[in-house]
T-cell receptor, first 109, second 121 residues
């Protein structure tokens, strides 16, 4: 069945560092891909999405490109802030929705 | 309401007791989803409602788990004879439409509630 594998955490970075969280998927057909973020004490929020190959989703300085050839949807941000500290989930929707295990990011001042 | 709400926010129960978890979706959303988030794990899909019917119950881990939705709105997830391995955060989400994806290729975003943290002693 469909599945999502994302980079294990936790990830600890200094403020203004470059962030990459890897995500790869296995699915039949043409799934839509998502990144969700869960800030401390809050529910999951959609961060960005891409619905077809080569689409780039972006929001709040985060970007991810839907790469069908490598079945990947890596999350990147050029300069992280302390307020980006959260758990990030990669997910896909095909016939149902599958989430990765989540990656905890801590950004230190 | 402004978003998806869940109650209670925290529930501590003894092994063997039954618990009920409630979800109030965003008004007008026809699809409702239950997930389970265990410590250090990703989100595990439990069940999906389209209106009051559940076309996909494949994620329910055992027959101790059941869910219902009435009036196309509020949903209740019931866990009977709770076990310690049921301890987790139970998340509810709602969206305008559900699965499979609309043929337009667009996806209707799922809006998540804050979750109910269940602890089985």
């Amino acid at each position: 069945g469909d599945s999502v594998t994302q980079m294990e955490g936790p990830v600890t970075l200094s403020e203004e560092a470059f962030l990459t969280i890897n995500c790869t998927y296995t699915a039949t057909g043409y799934p839509s891909l998502f990144w969700y973020v869960q800030y401390p004490g809050e529910g999951l929020q959609l961060l960005l999405k891409a619905t077809k190959a080569d689409d780039k989703g972006s929001n709040k300085g985060f970007e991810a490109t839907y790469r069908k050839e490598t079945t990947s949807f890596h999350l990147e941000k050029g300069s992280v802030q302390v307020s980006d500290s959260a758990v990030y989930f990669c997910a896909l929707v095909n016939n149902d929705m599958r989430f990765g295990a989540g990656t905890r990011l801590t950004v230190k001042p | 309401g402004a978003g998806v709400s869940q109650s209670p926010s925290n529930k501590v129960t003894e092994k063997g007791k039954d618990v009920e978890l409630r979800c109030d979706p965003i008004s007008g959303h026809t699809a409702l989803y239950w997930y389970r988030q265990s410590l250090g794990q990703g989100l595990e899909f439990l069940i999906y409602f389209q209106g009051n019917s559940a076309p996909d119950k494949s994620g329910l881990p055992s027959d101790r788990f059941s869910a219902e939705r009435t009036g196309g709105s509020v949903s209740t997830l019931t866990i009977q004879r709770t076990q310690q391995e049921d301890s987790a955060v139970y998340l509810c989400a709602s969206s305008h439409q559900g699965w499979p994806r609309p043929t337009s290729g667009a996806y209707n975003e799922q809006f998540f509630g804050p979750g109910t943290r269940l602890t089985v002693l």
